[in-house]
């Protein structure tokens, strides 16, 4: 089985950066994209960005192009998201998830939900105003 595992959440001020890590154990990279997902209290979870661990290649929805950098790690087993300019309408909880993408246009699932099949337990993201 594949284990994906979220951490560096927290608390910070407006307009402050936090970087999330995704951990990915037991992967035979079969399970190419890993993506960014979050789901404020009371709503739908949302994708936010994702990676390609063929060709590295990226996807971010419009609402975090400029603010949320993807990158992977050395291992491709790691998987960052760094936040900046986080505003308060950022909080939520933040969930990284590996999903089996292939095609050209694997970028057009890489926001749903229902493409990935690894979810980790999330890790809270706070901002305070």
């Known amino acids: 089985p594949l284990y994906v595992k979220e951490s560096g959440g927290g608390s910070v001020q407006a307009g402050g950066s936090l970087r999330l890590t995704c951990t990915i154990t037991?992967?035979?990279?079969?399970?190419?994209?890993i993506g960014w997902f979050r789901q404020p209290s009371g709503k739908e979870r949302e994708g936010l960005a994702a990676?390609?661990?063929?060709?590295?290649?990226?996807f971010y929805v419009d609402s975090v192009k400029g603010r949320f950098t993807i990158s992977l790690g050395d291992t491709k087993n790691t998987v960052y998201l760094q936040m900046n300019q986080l505003q308060p309408d950022d909080t939520a909880m933040y969930f990284c998830?590996?999903?089996?993408?292939?095609?050209?246009?694997?970028?057009?699932?890489?926001?749903?939900?229902?493409?990935?099949?690894?979810w980790g337990q999330g890790a809270q993201v706070t901002v305070s105003s």
């Open positions: 998830a590996a999903g089996a993408l292939y095609g050209g246009r694997w970028y057009g699932l890489a926001a749903a939900p229902h493409a990935y099949n690894f």
């Open positions: 037991g992967s035979t990279l079969s399970d190419n994209v």
């Open positions: 990676i390609n661990r063929d060709d590295d290649a990226t």
